[in-house]
Each structure stands twice: as structure tokens, then as C-alpha cells.
């Protein structure tokens, strides 16, 4: 069965810091993704990692992939109240026919000014 | 409407109600899903349609029943359902047949079982 961890679940951060949330998964998969809950909101779509050493950047966010570990960062940069949410990562086992997730418990990050 | 709709977006049913969660994608794509959000839980995958058929069942009991009668509608019908059942419930979509592809979702439905 296959298990995704995130550290921390939950961080409280000053505004112009940086920080790292980790993703460990416990099976081989090629495909991770990243989305984002604002509280009452649906799951917003951030990265899709589909290879070994996969690296994405939209703003104060980066994402990684390595596959050899089972680990996938989120690392925050400067970062600014609007950055505060509940963060998700998610393994994906599927294959042709739809994609089959598998949702760590969530980092929920607040930034303080 | 564009992208992935659910409605209603608040339910609040007896345990001997029956009732339907409907979702409605917009996205062109071929594969619909129904998570269950718990608050002592993570995001747990119920159901997944792809091409209109359904391919995987991950254990849900069987108060909850899924339909897919196209490829752009997705529904949950629920019956006798019990309070742990509580929950956020969502719809989302992907062009998941032939290729692989990130899922977008919906609002959720908010259902609370008294």
C-alpha cells in the first residue's frame, strides 16, 4: 500500500523567510503533483513532476522530484502572507486508462507579516 | 460554467435520506473522480470513471453509489448513510485515458449527515 508523508504539517512562518516542505513516498512512482487549499476552496493545481530530478518554478515556489529517494520538496522563497494555505503533495500510481492519487496529510503553512 | 462544478455546494441529510451529489466538467476531458475530504483524514480517492467506465472502487461501502452517464457527468447517490460519512466531497477531472495528466477539481460539496 502505498503511504505519502508531508513534514511539516503544520508551519508558521515570518513573511521574507524561506522554507522547505518534504514529501516522502513509500513506492517507485514518476509522477507527483503539488496543489494548494485556501480555507472553503477547492484543491488548485501548482506543479506536475513526471520525471527523475524534475524541477519547476512558478514565483516564490519551487518544486523538485527525486525519484531515487521517494522525495519531493516545496521550497518557499521570501515568503508573503498570500503564500498562507494548506498545501498537498500527491503520488500518482495510475496509468492509461486515469490517474490514481494518492494525497499526503497536508502542510498547512501560515505566513505572519 | 468553465472548469469542474458541483452542486449543491451544502447538503445536510438524515441518516435515512437519500440524496445525489452531481458534478459537471466543462474540460473537454475523459476521466472524473470522487474524493472524500475528512478533517482526521487525508484526501482518499472513492471512485474513478475513465471513458464513462468505472476503474477503480477503492473498498467505498456501499451507501455510496456512483453514475457516470457521459463523459462530462459524474454522480453520487447516497443512501443510509452515517455520520462519520460527514465530510467535503470532491468532483474533479482529467484527460486521463491515453495520457496522463493533472486532475483539476471541483468546489466540493459540504455534507453533513445528522
Given amino acids: 500500500e502505498l503511504k505519502v508523508e508531508q513534514n511539516p504539517l503544520f508551519l508558521s512562518m515570518q513573511e521574507g523567510k524561506n522554507y522547505t516542505i518534504y514529501c516522502n513516498y513509500s513506492t517507485t512512482s514518476d509522477r507527483l503533483y503539488w496543489y494548494r487549499q485556501d480555507p472553503g476552496k477547492s484543491l488548485e493545481s501548482l506543479f506536475v513532476l513526471l520525471s527523475n530530478g524534475a524541477v519547476k518554478q512558478e514565483g516564490r515556489l519551487m518544486a523538485s522530484l527525486d525519484t531515487k529517494a521517494r522525495l519531493s520538496t516545496l521550497h518557499i522563497t521570501a515568503a508573503v502572507h498570500d503564500l498562507s494555505a494548506t498545501y498537498f503533495c500527491a503520488v500518482d500510481m495510475g496509468n492509461n486508462a486515469g490517474n490514481m492519487l494518492t494525497f499526503g496529510g497536508g502542510t498547512r503553512l501560515m505566513v505572519k507579516p | ?114
Avoid at chain 2, 50 to 65: A, D, I, M, T, Y
Avoid at chain 2, 98 to 105: D, N, T, V
Fill in chain 2, 1 to 114: 460554467e468553465t472548469g469542474v462544478t458541483q452542486t449543491p455546494r451544502h447538503l445536510v441529510m438524515g441518516m435515512t435520506n437519500k440524496k445525489s451529489l452531481k458534478c459537471e466538467q466543462h474540460l473537454g476531458h475523459n476521466a472524473m473522480y470522487w474524493y472524500k475530504q475528512s478533517a482526521k483524514k487525508p484526501l482518499e480517492l472513492m471512485f474513478v470513471y475513465s471513458l464513462e467506465e468505472r476503474v477503480e472502487n477503492n473498498s467505498v461501502p456501499s451507501r455510496f453509489s456512483p453514475e457516470c452517464p457521459n463523459s462530462s457527468h459524474l454522480f453520487l447517490h447516497l443512501h443510509t448513510l452515517q455520520p462519520e460519512d460527514s465530510a467535503l466531497y470532491l468532483c474533479a477531472s482529467s484527460q486521463g485515458a491515453g495520457g496522463l495528466s493533472e486532475q483539476y477539481f471541483g468546489p466540493g460539496t459540504r455534507l453533513t449527515v445528522t
